[in-house]
């Protein structure tokens, strides 16, 4: 499953300002490393002194020329940019300084400046004492697994000294914004939206999305209401686009008087999107909304990863293309987008890929096809409307602690008690246990960004879904 967990203990040494007060902090939570990146707790597992060792494993193995270096918008992202940064410039290695950027703005810009790799400094959608870094390969995608491997090995092996370079390298900054922004409209009929004149209500979390979602807007002729604009990282709700702690911002969008509401997540590479009443329709519908629109224009595979919903295959299938599933992570999504040269890809999670944009989720790509969807005909077609005619399904979720029951053989153990739990079911092992059966399926799986194993269930109402999950908690706590 290319997931390592490592648990470093390091006494606490008090935290950059966050909106969390310090005791609550689990500063001995373990330091979370894959193939693609790291995250952890600052000032905990997560140090600049990790970062660098992390970044140096990273670029050691890169051939010659400049790496990207982007961050999020937390309080202690420069702090990590700026050790980063100074470090591989001592190495000799030249530094492009992308500032404050959404994700996918970072994979865009390292392929524009024909860069040798990107890091990008975010913890995404986990809480505001977090941080991380993420790497992207020279394509400007996240780093594929086979690369990756090498970068943990070296990350893991003993320290060695490093031969110092003859001269420093060279440090300067590009913003992408821009050219993100003209790749995305590129996309759609820009010009239907802009006659439209729609308004809409932006809430970037006081993350990177301001940045591109702001002017991806106004390009399109939208008038924007914006929340949580300013990049400082002081989360007004918890950073991850759920239903739940979106709760208290939902009302706004219909006293804006806006047609639609859009959520990013610190990192902009996922999109949560509400109905002008303000209805959460959530982060599933984000993919398949795209899809429709995608493939309403233009025929082609289209790639899902194992946890998404069942809706976007059933409308692939109604277009008669394929629809590729892949394990899920935004690398195995890409590989498998590369592969069959799919139109469209992504995750549930709100992680639209466009591959005429960028091999990165985005959640710029995500705003900009639902509006093209919605303003489609000679008046607007109402967010409720469209949501209405996806295929309704409903998915419940649920999260397990490690321990030994869950943990290396304990874990084959308790997905062969799932199985024995759902006998009508057929069963896959791409990257967990799936199993599916006419009408819904389950999903039981490691986490590869956190100590836990998801459930995941999808039917045609809730309290069958819920249901499911419950009969599956059960089986792997027996």
């Not at 400046?113 to 993420?134: D, M």
């Not at 997540?265 to 519908?285: F, H, K, N, Q, W």
């Not at 057929?426 to 059966?437: E, K, N, P, T």
Request: aromatic fraction near 4%; charge should be negative.
């Amino acid at each position: 499953m290319n997931r390592f967990i490592l648990l470093i203990t390091v006494p606490a040494r008090g935290h950059p300002a966050t909106d969390a007060p310090s005791a609550e902090l689990p500063v001995n939570d373990p330091l979370i490393v894959s193939v693609s990146g790291l995250r952890g707790i600052v000032g905990g597992a997560l140090t600049p002194e990790v970062a660098v060792r992390y970044a140096r494993a990273f670029v050691d193995g890169l051939p010659p020329g400049p790496v990207v270096i982007g961050r999020d918008g937390r309080t202690h992202g420069m702090m990590f940019a700026t050790a980063i940064g100074d470090a591989l410039l001592a190495d000799g290695r030249d530094v492009i300084d992308g500032g404050v950027a959404a994700t996918p703005t970072v994979g865009i810009l390292v392929r524009q400046e024909r860069a040798a790799g990107g890091i990008q400094i975010s913890a995404s959608h986990n809480p505001a004492p977090y941080n991380g870094l993420k790497l992207f390969a020279a394509e400007g995608r996240v780093l594929p697994a086979a690369a990756g491997k090498p970068v943990l090995e070296r990350f893991e092996s003993v320290a060695r000294e490093r031969l110092k370079a003859r001269e420093p390298g060279r440090r300067r900054t590009v913003d992408g914004t821009a050219a993100h922004v003209d790749l995305v409209v590129a996309t759609v009929d820009a010009a239907a939206i802009r006659r439209q004149k729609l308004k809409v209500w932006l809430d970037s979390g006081h993350g990177a999305g301001s940045r591109v979602g702001v002017p991806l807007l106004e390009a399109l002729g939208c008038e924007v209401v914006v929340e949580g604009g300013e990049p400082d990282g002081r989360f007004e709700h918890p950073p991850e686009p759920t239903a739940s702690n979106l709760a208290g911002m939902l009302p706004r969008i219909r006293a804006a008087g806006a047609a639609v509401g859009f959520f990013q997540d610190p990192d902009a590479d996922r999109l949560a999107i509400a109905t002008a009443d303000g209805r959460y329709i959530g982060e599933e519908a984000t993919l398949a909304l795209v899809v429709e629109n995608v493939l309403s224009r233009t025929t082609g595979p289209v790639v899902i990863n194992c946890s998404t919903s069942g809706m976007t295959a059933r409308i692939a299938e109604r277009y008669g293309v394929a629809c590729q599933v892949s394990a899920v992570g935004e690398a195995n999504v890409v590989d498998a987008m590369l592969a069959c040269r799919a139109v469209i890809g992504g995750e549930g999670n709100g992680g639209v890929i466009d591959p005429r944009v960028v091999l990165v989720r985005d959640s710029a790509v995500a705003m900009a096809q639902v509006l093209d969807l919605i303003c489609r005909g000679d008046s607007p077609t109402s967010l409720e409307h469209l949501a209405r005619s996806l295929p309704q399904l409903v998915m419940e979720k649920a999260k397990v602690d490690l321990d030994a029951k869950t943990t290396g053989p304990g874990l084959v153990t308790a997905l062969a008690r799932v199985a024995a739990a759902f006998p009508e079911a057929v069963a896959d092992h791409l990257d967990g246990l799936r199993l599916d059966w006419p009408g819904g399926w389950l999903l039981v799986r490691a986490s590869n960004t956190e100590p836990i194993v998801r459930i995941v269930a999808e039917e045609r109402d809730a309290a069958t879904a819920q249901a499911c999950i419950d009969k599956a908690r059960r089986a792997i706590t027996a």
